[in-house]
């Protein structure tokens, strides 16, 4: 009789340390959906200092993302929609962002974009963002156009591989103008 009691106090035992790993999981993709959250607030309310300290640990990504929010904030995005992130695996979140903004204007495109936060997580941190987008074709012919016939006017603005690193708002205020001129000669 004491082995049946043994062997169900076990299996009681097995069960609650299943359950306390969901638990675990659950509150690791909580917390991560917080930081996710704090993440896009501090990207768009244009909080460099806040955005530095939520990507302390995404070392691979930190630069790009500072220098995409200075762009964003440069280029005049605001925020229209704010869907939901959605939770991929334990590690990884995915956060779209629908904003208005000064490239498409300059373009005169009656439409919204929008950006996608890819942020991996590794231990309640934010360990890399990659992003991606729903621009149109006629975003990335008029880059190329700009590129080829405008050189001069995105190039050193633009240039990342100078000594003191590109300007994000003399880029980002560069490609709006040069987008208006490329409508301007392919109207």
């Known amino acids: 009789m004491k082995i049946y009691?043994?062997?169900?106090?076990?299996?009681?035992?097995?069960?609650?340390?299943?359950?306390?790993?969901?638990?675990?999981?659950?509150?690791s993709q909580n917390n991560n959906l917080i930081i996710a959250n704090t993440f896009l607030d501090a990207f768009y309310s244009f909080n460099k200092e806040s955005l530095d300290t939520i990507l302390s640990k995404a070392d691979s990504s930190r630069l790009n993302i500072l220098f995409y929010q200075k762009w964003a904030e440069c280029g005049h995005y605001k925020v229209i929609t704010r869907d939901k992130c959605i939770q991929k695996n334990d590690t990884l979140l995915v956060c779209p962002v629908t904003v208005k903004d000064d490239l498409i204007g300059a373009l005169q495109l009656d439409l919204?974009?929008?950006?996608?936060?890819?942020?991996?997580f590794v231990d309640g941190y934010i360990k890399s963002v990659k992003t991606s987008s729903n621009d149109p074709d006629l975003f990335y012919e008029a880059k190329q156009w700009v590129r080829m016939n405008l050189a001069e006017l995105v190039k050193?603005?633009?240039?990342?591989?100078?000594?003191?690193?590109?300007t994000p708002c003399e880029c980002v205020q560069a490609t709006v103008q040069g987008f208006s001129e490329f409508i301007a000669v392919n109207k």
């Open 5 to 27: 009691a043994t062997l169900f106090l076990f299996l009681i035992l097995l069960g609650s340390c299943k359950n306390r790993s969901k638990s675990e999981e659950f509150l």
């Open 156 to 166: 050193e603005p633009c240039n990342r591989k100078k000594k003191e690193g590109p």
């Open 112 to 120: 919204h974009v929008t950006d996608t936060f890819h942020l991996s």
